[in-house]
């Protein structure tokens, strides 16, 4: 599986952004895709997850302001950012896994600065 995100930038607190991710490979086995973030100085952590249930969850942080999205053949997740603050300036990084008969596999994809200024 290969992940391609995009969509990061500037934006001035209280602007919205919209993170996409576009999935590549063997994307027919993925049951569950995210978004993870790391600020300077933090470790990566869980922004929004959702599954092929359509489940989702959200850190504590940015539920009610951001929402994820995918298609339904697993080829695209977004993540629609909303009233953005400067604490949610980091990396953010696309996630999906991927279940097989020998196991669960984490893939990454290279990350996206979002920048929020205040």
């Known amino acids: 599986v290969q992940l391609q995100a995009s969509g990061g930038g500037l934006v001035q607190a209280g602007g919205s952004l919209r993170l996409s991710c576009a999935a590549s490979?063997?994307?027919?086995?993925?049951?569950?895709m995210a978004w993870y973030r790391q600020a300077p100085g933090k470790q990566r952590a869980l922004v929004a997850r959702?599954?092929?249930?359509?489940?989702?969850n959200y850190a504590d942080s940015v539920k009610g302001r951001f929402t994820i999205s995918r298609a339904n053949a697993w080829n695209m997740v977004g993540l629609q950012m909303n009233s953005l603050k400067p604490e949610d300036t980091a990396v953010y990084y696309c996630?999906?896994?991927?279940?097989?008969?020998?196991?669960?596999?984490?893939?990454w994809g290279q990350g996206t600065l979002v920048t929020v200024s205040s």
């Open positions: 490979g063997s994307i027919s086995s993925i049951y569950a």
């Open positions: 959702i599954t092929s249930g359509g489940s989702t």
């Open positions: 996630n999906a896994v991927r279940a097989t008969t020998s196991g669960e596999y984490d893939y």
